[in-house]
């Protein structure tokens, strides 16, 4: 459990595309100012929620002392790349589909709001990568992320090659669709379909998970979260860079991806009491019709 701040200004996140989001956010901002909280909303939502101070979504954290967000974890994932060295707690309201990162329903959002501002609440300190898309020497970009960074083909369905190295050293030459470089939070995310083990988001690591591998033998592997990861890109195929499956840079032969532990880390408040594996459980229905004896139920 980390260090609780004092909220005095909370930012509103809202997915603009959920009706249901926006309704909600409307609600809470009209709570916060009856306990004469200041708020701030990201800009692109704020005309829609009413009498807020609208500010640009990359200020958000430097603007605020504590974060809600509505929607999805794609929401959530939204401002990842905006995180910085200051500990604001991001309180997620599920109003989307999986719900991993934001665990709290919708109908339990105002106790939710009042746990966060009375400093009912656990954080965790999530792990985060930050990777840089390098051509020709020259840094064409640099990203922030929570979940994932995935290297992969086109729709076509050809074999693309890419050079992997871990601190320099040359671990393979993997072939096949692509490889995911996710962190613990990301386990549960592409890097799961893809075959990559689940890991409990407080582990210090880092994996590599191939996607559809030519070569059988190529598995996951899980490395030590101070590993400097690089991919080189050796096919003249259709491949692009996904980061958190929101940003997209188009790769060429000869591109490196390098991919590093980010100094900063996203802080999550917990106010539900909600252990990560009842979360499991929860999302991925383990045990979902199993009877006592661990037969299946009619």
Aim: with cysteine; proline share 5%; net charge positive.
């Amino acid at each position: 459990m980390g260090r609780r701040v004092r909220i005095r200004r909370v930012g509103l996140i809202v997915n603009p595309n959920r009706p249901a989001a926006v309704t909600l956010g409307r609600r809470l901002l009209a709570v916060l100012k009856r306990r004469n909280v200041a708020v701030v909303a990201d800009e692109k939502v704020a005309p829609r929620l009413g009498a807020v101070v609208a500010v640009p979504r990359q200020e958000i954290f430097r603007r605020s002392d504590g974060l809600i967000v509505l929607g999805g974890g794609g929401t959530l994932l939204s401002i990842v790349p905006f995180a910085n060295d200051r500990p604001v707690p991001v309180l997620g309201i599920n109003v989307g589909r999986l719900g991993f990162l934001s665990d709290t329903p919708p109908e339990e959002a105002l106790k939710a709001v009042d746990a966060l501002l009375h400093g009912r609440y656990e954080t965790e300190a999530r792990l985060m990568l930050r990777a840089e898309v390098v051509r020709s020497g020259r840094r064409l970009s640099v990203h922030q992320v929570l979940n994932d960074v995935v290297i992969n083909k086109s729709v076509l369905a050809r074999i693309i090659e890419l050079e992997a190295k871990v601190d320099g050293k040359h671990l393979c030459t993997y072939k096949g669709d692509g490889l995911i470089v996710a962190t613990p939070t990301g386990s549960t995310a592409y890097s799961l379909s893809a075959g990559g083990p689940i890991v409990e988001p407080a582990v210090g690591v880092m994996l590599l998970s191939p996607i559809c591998p030519h070569t059988l033998t190529n598995r996951p592997m899980v490395l030590d979260d101070g590993a400097h990861v690089e991919v080189v890109l050796r096919s003249n195929e259709d491949v692009s860079v996904t980061l958190d499956g929101h940003e997209g840079v188009a790769l060429r032969n000869g591109d490196v991806v390098r991919v590093r532990r980010s100094a900063n880390r996203i802080v999550l408040a917990r106010v539900s009491g909600r252990m990560y594996f009842d979360v499991l459980r929860s999302k991925l229905h383990w045990g979902a019709g199993v009877g006592e004896r661990g037969g299946r139920s009619a």
